[in-house]
């Protein structure tokens, strides 16, 4: 059973415009949730995360929002540049039975035309 | 801080052969995680430490694997009798956390296995 799922594998936006990834989550355990993109031939890297005691973060262009009651958070990447072309995994953690390790989704490989 | 390394970055082994993976974390971290993906998925957990002590394990993990971190640095896979299912990316990350808390791991490029 997947418990962090990104229903869509593939994202496609013109420069300028907004991006929004999307991810859903089963387990009501979590509390911790966080967004890494990938490019080709490098490990994930951190870009933000966000608690479960909000439903908003901030960091430049890229907020992330999170509606607990529908166990849903998503990415919202404004304005979309090149450069932000790279597969997007949500992941979540939670605090059993240990703090620490995260369940990821199968990523959204978003592509930005210029 | 070179950020954490893993060797070797490709590793082509026949099946039946054992194989061993090293990871370097990110030296003040005390937390690190083995991860495992193949294409299209995300990364799948296998097991973490803190500092030395190996504090869980994926179910989805076979016997034929085994994680070290022998003095709460680097730490080492091990697969033996390798399938060929068992080809994939191996990632490991590090992350800096106590008691109850988490942060954001940071990965390393990882090891790509291939099993003939």
């Known amino acids: 059973d997947q418990q962090v799922k990104q229903n869509s594998p593939s994202l496609s936006v013109q420069e300028g415009r907004i991006s929004i990834l999307n991810c859903d989550y089963t387990?009501?355990?979590?509390?911790?949730f966080l967004w890494y993109k990938k490019y080709p031939a490098e490990g994930p890297t951190f870009l933000i995360s966000?608690?479960?005691?909000?439903d908003k973060n901030e960091d430049g262009r890229f907020t992330v929002f999170l509606n607990k009651s529908a166990k849903h958070l998503s990415l919202h990447i404004v304005p979309s540049q090149p450069g932000d072309s790279a597969v997007y995994f949500c992941a979540a953690s939670g605090n059993f039975p240990n703090a620490g390790k995260s369940t990821f989704g199968d990523g959204t490989t978003l592509t930005v035309k210029p | 801080d070179t950020g954490v390394s893993q060797n070797p970055r490709h590793k082509i082994t026949k099946r039946g052969q054992n194989v061993t993976f090293r990871c370097d974390p990110i030296?003040?971290?005390?937390?690190l995680y083995w991860y495992r993906q193949t294409l299209g998925q995300g990364p799948e957990f296998l097991t973490y430490f803190q500092n030395e002590a190996q504090l869980e394990k994926s179910r989805l993990l076979s016997d034929r694997f085994s994680a070290e971190r022998p003095k709460g640095s680097f730490s080492t896979l091990e697969i033996q009798r390798t399938e060929q299912g068992d080809s994939a990316m191996y990632l490991c990350?590090?992350?800096?956390?106590?008691?109850?808390?988490?942060?954001?791991?940071?990965f390393g490029p990882g090891t790509r296995l291939t099993v003939l």
């Open positions: 966000i608690s479960s005691i909000k």
């Open positions: 030296s003040e971290h005390n937390r």
């Open positions: 387990n009501s355990m979590f509390d911790y």
């Open positions: 990350a590090s992350s800096l956390d106590y008691g109850g808390s988490y942060n954001e791991q940071f």
